[in-house]
């Protein structure tokens, strides 16, 4: 009875334990908002064949999109971070959903490439007050089970991730690709009121009488410090990785697999979908065994994914080798929380800002780069090079902590 009892056991301890060790209600309306603002930037992937098509440009110029989105989403993790230690995350999430829903109906309403690129960065900007808030909310309310919460609320991201990005494709077929941005509209709007209402107005520990300068001050020490040093190049590596593999891998299965363009895009699906259970494993891992473990053995898992995808043809390998790549976004709960602890709780918000401004910006490289070799006739070649880039990251993450000189 216990073996068929224990994960459905385990399952409802995990539960119960995040219910006791934080609010559950916080968690979920601010999982929701990870859900759309990061379900809507993978939305990107999933339509720039129609949008690319329409403006007639390369894949080069696809990946300066992609890259685009991404920077101006890294420059506003650190000013997002900063404004929240200063007035409240309240003010700060609701406004970044509202900035988000903004970007959107512009997108819907461009008409020129020049338009569409301006909406794409102002969709980056909206979404870029999101990403570092909603983690110096959820590591101020959770204390025990604060590497769980977060892979919860990471696998919220790749809910959306294939849910949104289904749902895109789907209404793109019948009404275009402007709508398959622009259904999302009244959900945002939603989410924002969500947000503005179970949101206390502060939730981190920042001093609310204290001036910028001294906050600065205080992140200028901080990031010195060899420990953060050395897992911002971590998040470096990760965040390089998730980029380009994410920019171009519906891309890569037409141009070197011959997949149907809908194959595609719903492997591109199974990928986020598997990995909404791996996030959610790597969370208990980390929680019960450290953040190291979790981050080496789900990184690691995902390097022979790189090699067999450039070398496998048929379907069902296929769906094989996207699962096992999938374990690539196992890593991303453990990184987030090594980099929040490596920070003093006063200043995470501006402290990791700043860490996600330069580790974002640092990623958006890839895009480019992949489409650059994408044009040259070396997909394969772009890919084995990101195998290359996993199995760095994977040996840098056994060594970080013992070149921080700590360890979580």
Not at 2 to 30: C, E, H, K, M, Y
Request: proline share 4%.
């Amino acid at each position: 009875m216990g073996a068929l009892s224990g994960p459905g056991s385990f399952l409802a301890r995990t539960v119960s334990d995040l219910r006791d060790d934080g609010p559950g209600s916080i968690l979920l309306v601010v999982s929701l908002g990870w859900f759309l603002t990061l379900g809507v930037r993978i939305v990107y992937p999933a339509l720039l064949p129609q949008v690319t098509a329409e403006f007639g440009v390369s894949n080069a110029a696809t990946g300066a999109f992609i890259g685009v989105l991404w920077t101006t989403y890294a420059l506003l993790q650190f000013p997002g971070g900063a404004i929240a230690d200063a007035v409240g995350e309240r003010s700060v999430l609701t406004g970044s959903v509202l900035l988000s829903a903004g970007a959107v109906a512009a997108i819907v309403l461009s008409t020129t490439v020049e338009v569409f690129v301006l909406a794409t960065v102002l969709l980056g900007l909206g979404t870029g007050l999101f990403g570092t808030t909603r983690l110096t909310v959820i590591s101020a309310l959770f204390d025990r089970m604060q590497t769980t919460a977060i892979s919860v609320n990471q696998a919220a991201g790749n809910v959306g991730n294939v849910v949104l990005s289904a749902g895109a494709g789907f209404v793109s077929v019948y009404l275009g690709w402007r709508w398959g941005f622009g259904f999302l509209l009244p959900v945002l709007v939603a989410c924002a009121i969500g947000l503005w209402i179970t949101l206390p107005r502060r939730a981190s520990t920042a001093t609310d009488g204290e001036s910028f300068r001294g906050t600065m001050s205080k992140v200028a020490v901080a990031v010195r410090k060899p420990r953060v040093l050395a897992v911002t190049a971590l998040l470096s590596l990760n965040m390089f990785l998730y980029q380009s593999v994410t920019g171009f891998l519906p891309t890569y299965l037409v141009a070197e697999k011959d997949i149907e363009p809908g194959t595609a895009a719903t492997l591109y699906s199974l990928f986020f979908a598997a990995a909404i259970g791996v996030q959610f494993l790597s969370g208990i891992v980390a929680d019960h065994r450290g953040n190291r473990v979790a981050i080496v053995a789900f990184i690691g898992l995902s390097v022979p994914g790189f090699v067999l995808l450039t070398a496998v043809e048929s379907l069902p390998a296929l769906v094989g080798v996207i699962l096992l790549l999938s374990s690539l976004l196992g890593a991303m709960p453990p990184v987030n929380a090594a980099g929040l602890a490596s920070l003093p709780p006063e200043i995470q918000g501006s402290g990791f800002g700043l860490l996600r401004t330069c580790y974002i910006a640092f990623g958006a490289l890839g895009p480019p780069a992949v489409g650059l070799l994408a044009d040259a006739g070396r997909f394969d070649a772009a890919f084995l090079s990101l195998g290359l880039v996993a199995l760095a990251t994977s040996v840098w993450a056994l060594l970080f902590e013992r070149v921080g000189g700590e360890s979580s």
